[in-house]
């Protein structure tokens, strides 16, 4: 099994002023790709713990890639770039022109690979599928990682991108991509809804309901870190306080009850529903005559929260 550390570069999370979000997002997002994450490092903007973190990688605790989150920016905090080449490292490229993640860079410390992503959770997030899966397919030799492309009508107004070429979050439902109220590159909340992206090109006109966008698929696929991405938000908003009901649509029909206990015989012999409870949890089975659509679901939750 190919081996990975991560290293989060963050002043304010290696002091214990804010979580570090991206980091765990990204372990997640290679375990689920098949990597063996051995060790996880949060460590200040400065140069000699930097390079020695990633030194520690090519001798004491040797792996096959790494993945560093944050400091590749170009504030004045924002070294990696300079620590890369100061540690004798080959910059394959540093900036791309999309968004998020811009500042994203890819490396060489020797012959171990690094790709240095954004410390916003949305632009690690992005870029992660967008670079590093199609990556992980050639070095582990599957096919299942890389995002799928197709076309979709909006539903939401967007407005004339004249800068980069955008990567919006959008929630894609029956041949419909809708878009959330907020893109900034920190929010996590609104993430919690995405099931793709929207490829919006540069210099591209302003998008209005009807228009045809082209998406990349990051949910029904598997192994793309859908679970990872939503225990990860359900892991923060609930920090945050927030109470999180999570919802999962399977593709094919399930069987909830195992045969032979005794929910699955009632149900057999004809029950309307099955419920089984004790004093700190419940558990409701219950079949219906149609479809289950969200808004009957959510009204649900709405009234249990």
Not at 125 to 143: I, M, N, Q, R, V
Not at 211 to 225: E, W
Not at 270 to 283: D, E, I, L, P
Request: glycine letters at 8%.
């Amino acid at each position: 099994m190919f081996k990975a550390a991560v290293i989060t570069v963050s002043d304010r999370s290696f002091r214990g002023e804010r979580p570090d979000t991206s980091g765990p997002l990204v372990v997640e997002l290679l375990q689920t790709a098949g990597y063996d994450v051995r060790t996880t490092l949060v460590v200040p903007d400065e140069q000699v713990r930097i390079e020695a973190a990633l030194r520690s990688y090519c001798d004491e605790q040797p792996v096959d890639l790494i993945i560093t989150t944050g400091g590749v920016s170009v504030g004045q905090k924002d070294i990696l770039h300079q620590t890369a080449a100061m540690c004798g490292g080959d910059i394959i490229f540093w900036r791309l022109k999309i968004k998020p993640g811009s500042p994203v860079m890819f490396w060489r410390l020797g012959d171990l690979p690094v790709l240095s992503l954004s410390g916003n959770p949305f632009a690690a997030f992005a870029t992660f599928d967008l670079l590093a899966h199609p990556a992980l397919d050639k070095l582990l030799g599957t096919a299942s990682l890389s995002l799928c492309e197709g076309e979709a009508v909006i539903a939401s107004a967007f407005k004339e991108n004249t800068g980069l070429r955008r990567f919006v979050r959008g929630h894609f439902c029956n041949g419909t991509v809708s878009l959330p109220e907020g893109h900034s590159s920190g929010m996590l909340l609104s993430l919690s809804g995405c099931n793709c992206l929207v490829d919006i090109p540069p210099n591209s006109p302003a998008l209005h309901p009807g228009d045809r966008v082209t998406i990349l698929a990051v949910c029904g696929i598997k192994n793309s870190g859908k679970t990872t991405l939503l225990t990860k938000i359900t892991a923060q908003l609930s920090s945050e306080g927030m109470k999180i009901a999570v919802i999962k649509h399977d593709g094919h029909s399930f069987q909830p009850d195992r045969p032979g206990t005794d929910s699955f015989r009632h149900k057999e012999a004809g029950a309307y529903a099955t419920a089984v409870f004790c004093s700190s949890c419940f558990s409701l089975v219950k079949d219906t005559n149609g479809p289950v659509d969200e808004a009957s679901l959510f009204a649900f939750f709405r009234r249990q929260i």
